[in-house]
C-alpha cells in the first residue's frame, strides 16, 4: 500500500472516539455478527486486516474465535487498537501479511480494499492465509459519483459498484456466498450532501459524521430493520457494500 495517501492521526483520534458507541459503527458491527452467526467455529483462528481502532475484534472473539489477530498500516491505529484485549495487533500492509500459508479460518477486511492501489493484490494475499474453505467477509463503500472530501481525508483510491468488487473477489480462489449493498437509508441524504447545493449548508460530508441523540436513535433503528430486511434478501443499493465468500483451492 502506498503512503502518501493515508489518513492522519487526527482521522483515527475520531475513529477511536466515535467507533464504540457511533450508530454507524455499531450498525456495521451487527451486520458482521449477523452474517458471520453460527459459521465461527469454538477455537478457530480469526484476522481484521485493516483493523483500525480495534473494535471488530472483540466481535470475532464473541463470536466464538479463539485466536485474533489485528493487522494495520497505521502506528496513531494500532496505539488504540492496542488497548482492545481481543487479540495481538501487527503492523503490516494488506498485501503482504506477517502469517503462515493457510493459518487462518476467517478474515475480515472492513474498508480496506478502496485504500489500495491494487485491491487484487491484497485479495491474493488473503486468501494464501486462509485455509481451503476458510471464510473472507470485506466491506468497501459505493458508487465512485459519491467521492468526496470524506474520500481524500480517508485516503480512498476508489469507490466500488457490487460488481466490481465481487468480481475482484472471485477472480482471487473465492466462491462468493453473499454479497449485497447496505446503508441503503443514508443514500439520499448522501446524494443531497455530495450532488446538489445543499451541500454548501453542511460542514462534514462524512457519513459517519456526528449525529445528535434523536438522529441516531432514528438511524439505529433504520439500521436494524435494514438488517432484518438483509436476513431475507441483497439489496440493489446502498452507501456500501459487502461480500462474504469462502476460498477454494
Do not use: I
Amino acid at each position: 500500500m502506498s503512503t502518501d495517501r493515508q489518513p492522519d492521526a487526527e482521522y483515527f483520534a475520531v475513529m477511536a472516539e466515535r467507533a464504540t458507541g457511533h450508530w454507524w459503527y455499531v450498525a456495521r458491527r451487527e451486520l458482521f455478527r449477523q452474517l458471520l452467526a453460527g459459521r465461527v467455529q469454538p477455537g478457530t483462528t480469526a484476522l481484521d486486516v485493516g483493523c483500525g481502532t480495534g473494535e471488530t475484534m472483540a466481535v470475532l472473539r464473541e463470536l466464538g474465535a479463539g485466536r485474533v489477530a489485528g493487522t494495520d498500516l497505521s502506528d496513531d491505529a494500532l496505539a488504540y487498537a492496542r488497548h482492545h484485549p481481543q487479540g495481538s495487533v501487527l503492523a503490516a500492509t494488506a498485501e503482504q501479511l506477517p502469517f503462515a500459508d493457510g493459518c487462518a479460518d476467517l478474515l475480515v477486511s472492513s474498508d480496506v480494499l478502496e485504500h489500495l492501489d491494487d485491491d487484487r493484490v491484497a485479495l491474493r494475499e488473503y486468501r494464501r492465509v486462509l485455509r481451503p474453505g476458510g471464510l473472507l467477509l470485506v466491506t468497501v463503500p459505493s458508487y465512485q459519483g459519491l467521492w468526496s472530501a470524506h474520500d481524500e481525508r480517508a485516503g480512498h483510491r476508489r469507490r466500488y459498484r457490487l460488481s466490481e468488487l465481487t468480481s475482484a473477489v472471485e477472480s482471487t480462489r473465492f466462491r462468493v456466498e453473499r454479497a449485497s449493498y447496505f446503508f441503503s437509508y443514508l443514500v439520499p441524504p448522501a446524494l443531497a450532501v455530495r450532488r446538489t447545493p445543499l451541500g454548501r449548508l453542511t460542514a462534514d460530508t462524512d457519513e459517519e459524521a456526528s449525529a445528535g441523540r434523536v438522529a441516531s436513535a432514528v438511524l439505529s433503528r433504520l439500521g436494524a430493520a435494514e438488517r432484518a430486511v438483509l436476513r431475507r434478501r441483497s439489496l440493489p443499493f446502498g452507501l456500501s457494500q459487502v461480500v462474504l465468500a469462502s476460498a477454494v483451492r
